[in-house]
C-alpha cells in the first residue's frame, strides 16, 4: 500500500495512471500524451509496476501498459475504511469539528475583560455506586486521575487537598505524549470552597494562560444525592474573572467537562462490575509520572 501511495504520489505518474484508465497504451503513445520523454516515461512505468497499479506486456518491438484495476479498488476501499473511521457520528472528528465552530464563535464574543462572566453550564449524570463511593472519586486524587480530563488527554500533575481552603492544581497532556515533549495541553490551579462529605463539594478552578495569568476563575458546584441505583450528580459551574484571552478555554468547557464526567461513570460501572456491586471501590494508583496528593 506504501509503495502504490508513494507511486501515485506523483503527478507525471499519475496522468499516466489516467491516460491507462481509458486503455492500454504503448510507451511511446504514453510519453506523447503525457507530453513527457520516453525514457522518463519508461521509468515513471516502471515503478508504476512495481507498485501493483498497472501491468505490461511485449507485443513485436513495443511495450504495452494496462492498468490493474484491483490495486486501485484495494487502495479506495482502505481510504474508504480511514473516512468511515474518522466520520463516525460521535467520533473524536466530530468533536473537533463542533470544538472548532465553538471557538469561531467565543472568539468574535471575546472583546473586553468581563466578556463571559455569570455564563454557567450544568451537567448532570447518573452514576453507579453509593454517594459515599462517588465523593471519593470526586476527592481522592488517585482516583479523580483516572477520570478528571476530557478525552485523549492523560493527568501529568494532580494536587487535590480535600478540606475547605485545600490547594488545587490540576495538569494535563496528549495521552501520547509520553515523554513530555508536547506541550502541555492545560493546566489550572485553586482551591476548595466547601465540603459536605457525600453530599456537596465546592471549589474554585482557574485555567491559566501560557504566561501564567489566569484565564477566567470557574466556581463549580457538585451535589450528590443518592437513588435506588446509584447517586445522581448534578454540577454548576459559573465563570467570573474572564479575559479576552480566555475564549479558547470557554470554548471547550461543555465538551471537555462532560468527556471528563462520562469516563467518571464509566470508571464507576466498571469498578461496580469488578467488585461484584460492592461499594468500596479500587485504589488504583496514578501513572507513575503523575504527582498526586489528597489531604484530608
Known sequence: MDALLSALADPVRWRLVSLLAERPRP????????????????????????????TSQRTGQRRVYALRPAALRDLAAALGRLADAADQAHGPQATFAHYGRALDAERLAARESGWADDRSFRFLRSLAGRPELVWRHLTESPLLARWWTPDDLRVSELVFEARPG???????RDAEDIDGSDPVAGRAEGFVEEMLAGERLAYRLS????????????????????TDVGTDLDVHWRISESTVDS????????????????????????????????EHGTDTDADADIHTRSAK
Open 247 to 278: 475564549a479558547d478555554f470557554i470554548a471547550g468547557i461543555g465538551i471537555g467537562f462532560g468527556q471528563s464526567l462520562d469516563k467518571l461513570a464509566a470508571v464507576l460501572t466498571a469498578d461496580s462490575h469488578d467488585t461484584g456491586g460492592t
Open 166 to 172: 485545600g490547594r488545587i492544581v490540576q495538569e494535563y
Open 27 to 54: 510507451v511511446g503513445v504514453l510519453a506523447q500524451l503525457a507530453d513527457a520523454r520516453q525514457p522518463q516515461t519508461t521509468k515513471h512505468l516502471q515503478t508504476l509496476e512495481r507498485a501493483g497499479a498497472v
Open 207 to 226: 485555567p491559566l494562560l501560557p504566561d501564567g495569568d489566569l484565564a477566567f476563575t470557574a466556581h463549580v458546584d457538585l451535589g450528590l444525592r443518592p
